[in-house]
């Protein structure tokens, strides 16, 4: 293991003591909230000049960077969907910093550049992070988002012509569009302009949902909804197939119970209506015959199921059941050809089944194998729609879907420098410290002997009732053609087996989520396939907490770690950005007991000083305004100040980007190069 040549940067520590709760908690490096102090900015610089200096020593570097970029450089077709009487889908012939959006008339057409983002920056660091077509398909609404930050400006472009309308709209944020039918404009979501030292950190509250009309400034959108009581709602705003009814979702934070109000679009002045307002369950809206609404809901049935609401007589005792809950998942229900196509999740991969109006079971998908399916987009009316199907060895294929006859066809299939026959996947189940079963899928080189020296890559989330299902990833296919092993475990805490293993990883019961991943790498450990000096461990965002919590819990057990994006500081999440809204999961640091949990695990106030870590590559964002990218630096300091080995704990701050959406195609590379350059040599894996 290479050890750093010049020392870590010498960071200030506060004396700075809270008493919270009666209890006093030290917060060092408090400091380094304030990104924009010349003190911080030069911490930075300081820390990435280490870090740097280290990576590029390392000789194995060059060669990953040379197969990353070989891999990567492969066709990757979004889902198509029509409107009106044009398709539209997203390209990225491989190395493109950003999709390209493209239509045409005819599937067998040569598709037309609608929207090319590469040409917005120099650096493809101008992502486009939404899009709605108006239902005839003459007009794009579309958004851009800047260094991968979460705000968004909307634009109108003409589909025909290419050209710009005047069309500007700022300060969105968690916001899609969608048009009303006759062309006139669209709803979207926004917060009140922040101050501008507030942009990046400020919490985000009063959610506000607007219609915008065409032609217009502005300042003379009209306001649809908004709750000066509720300041932790948020809104989304959906115009349904047949343009008659606004759906209002409501939402408040990551909670997973949701309302659905809605407001009737041919009546002027129709008042906003509460249809399902007790925030009891999750709904989603499916589609709409006339008055009669159709939700999937998770309302007294934990795994999901269809339910049918008339909005004349919306009481529960009135709702209609058309497709029961099953055992397995069910994940989301599309209305399509006045069909519904239902997505469940079996044990993490996909089924996909097709129902009627009254819920009878007409067929089930063809799917090419155990892998994950999405799309199946489209209106009431539509007689095909697309999907993608996708597996750890297999980049998304795209398939079109005759919703009449059940037929499948190949529409795209992207091709790339290697072959998936060489590969396998398997999955297993392991037992967590309560005896619960946890899946977890292991994927390899066929023939790779499985023993004490195998390089292992142990991935997870665990959180927010999100799934962790079988997908394909240019830099996983790296770490196994290196002779890596890559394991993916199904935490509870996610949303693999519906709201009961979603509940069990959440609040006081977050230790569980930590345990299923410790379970998953001492199982590895315990069947022989790998050890600790060989094992790596990693996760991004609610999985950079889940990598930051296991290492300081238990630095015996791994070799190497990869916090990304973390959440990493516990007592004060709620305070920067829509931290507030992750309470669903997490609990507040307010509420005495929840802070008692909190603090117990929190991976910024658990190092120890004196202690052997493992060596760590800390990885954030300096624009990352979803996980505000403090969170890494003090714990980055943290880990240093507290380092008792000789093991490297470093930290990688990009700049001009996020929390990862929209980042391009050169730093994403970048970034999986300089992994595991990292985790090869902390690893001593013989390349």
């Given at each position: 293991m290479t050890v750093p040549t010049q020392p870590y940067p010498t960071t200030r520590r506060q004396d700075l003591v809270e008493t919270l709760h009666g209890q006093p908690v030290a917060d060092p490096?408090?400091?380094?909230?304030?990104?924009?102090?010349p003190e911080t900015q030069a911490w930075i610089a300081a820390q990435n000049e280490v870090t740097q200096a280290y990576l590029k020593q390392l000789p194995q570097r060059e060669r990953i960077r040379q197969r990353l970029t070989e891999l990567w450089n492969y066709e990757r077709y979004g889902i198509p969907f029509k409107r009106g009487d044009r398709y539209f889908l997203t390209r990225n012939d491989g190395l493109q910093n950003q999709a390209v959006l493209y239509w045409l008339e005819?599937?067998?057409?040569?598709?037309k550049v609608l929207l090319d983002p590469n040409t917005?920056?120099?650096?493809?660091?101008?992502?486009?992070s939404g899009y709605a077509v108006s239902d005839d398909g003459s007009l794009l609404a579309y958004?851009?988002?800047?260094?991968?930050?979460?705000?968004?400006?909307?634009r109108v472009r003409e589909v025909a012509s290419g050209a710009d309308r005047g069309d500007l709209v700022q300060w969105a944020k968690f916001s899609g569009a969608s048009w009303t039918h006759d062309n006139a404009g669209f709803f979207y979501s926004r917060y009140d302009a922040p101050a501008e030292s507030e942009a990046y950190k400020g919490s985000n509250y009063f959610h506000k949902l607007y219609y915008h009309q065409l032609g217009t400034a502005q300042s003379e959108d009209r306001l649809i909804y908004e709750r000066a009581d509720q300041k932790e709602w948020n809104f989304q705003g959906e115009v349904t197939d047949d343009g008659r009814y606004l759906i209002i979702y409501v939402s408040r934070g990551t909670f997973r119970q949701n309302g659905i109000f809605y407001q009737?679009?041919?009546a002027p002045d129709s008042p906003v209506v509460e249809l399902l307002n007790q925030f009891d369950a999750e709904y989603q809206f499916?589609?709409?015959?006339g008055p009669l609404f159709y939700f999937k809901t998770d309302h007294s049935a934990p795994l999901?199921?269809?339910i049918a609401v008339d909005i004349r007589e919306p009481a529960v005792a009135q709702w209609q059941e058309r497709i029961a809950e099953s055992t397995d998942t069910l994940r989301s229900v599309r209305y399509l050809n006045r069909q519904f196509v239902a997505n469940y999740l079996h044990d993490a991969h996909s089924r996909v089944q097709i129902f009627d109006q009254e819920g009878a079971l007409i067929r089930s998908v063809d799917l090419p194998g155990v892998g994950t399916a999405g799309g199946f987009g489209g209106d009431q009316d539509s007689k095909e729609t697309f999907y993608s199907f996708t597996s750890f060895t297999t980049p998304g294929v795209i398939y079109r879907y005759d919703l009449?006859?059940?037929e499948s066809t190949l529409f795209r299939q992207p091709t790339l420098q290697f072959d998936p026959a060489l590969y396998e996947t398997k999955q297993v189940f392991y037992t967590s410290k309560d005896g619960t079963q946890v899946p977890m899928f292991l994927c390899h080189k066929k023939g790779l002997e499985l023993n004490a020296e195998t390089p292992t890559y142990l991935y997870a989330y665990g959180g927010f009732n999100i799934p962790l299902t079988p997908g394909f990833a240019a830099n996983i296919l790296t770490w196994m053609e290196m002779g890596g092993l890559f394991a993916q475990p199904n935490l509870r805490g996610g949303g693999e087996y519906g709201k009961e293993w979603y509940q069990a990883g959440t609040l006081e019961r977050k230790q569980n989520v930590f345990d299923d991943f410790i379970a998953a790498a001492e199982w590895l450990i315990g069947q022989g396939y790998t050890s600790t000096p060989k094992l790596v461990i990693a996760g991004g965002s609610n999985g950079g907490l889940l990598v930051g919590a296991c290492m300081t819990q238990r630095p015996d057990l791994f070799g190497a770690c990869l916090p990304a994006v973390g959440v990493l500081d516990m007592l004060r999440f709620h305070k920067f950005t829509i931290g507030w809204a992750w309470v669903s999961d997490y609990g507040s640091p307010d509420d005495p007991e929840q802070f008692q949990t909190l603090l117990d695990y929190s991976p910024y106030h658990n190092l120890k000083p004196g202690t052997h870590y493992p060596a760590t590559l800390i990885t954030t964002g300096d624009h990352d305004d979803r996980v505000f990218p403090a969170h890494s630096f003090k714990f980055a300091a943290a880990l240093q100040h507290a380092q008792g080995g000789s093991a490297p704990t470093l930290i990688r701050i990009e700049t001009k980007a996020g929390h990862g959406a929209g980042k391009p195609t050169a730093k994403l590379i970048e970034e999986a190069t300089d992994k595991w350059a990292f985790v090869v040599d902390a690893l001593e894996m013989a390349l």
């Open positions: 490096y408090r400091w380094l909230e304030d990104l924009n102090s005819h599937l067998d057409d040569e598709p917005l920056s120099d650096d493809g660091t101008v992502a486009l958004a851009l988002s800047a260094s991968g930050s979460d705000w968004m400006e909307w009737d679009l041919t499916v589609g709409n015959d999901g199921r269809l009449e006859s059940g």
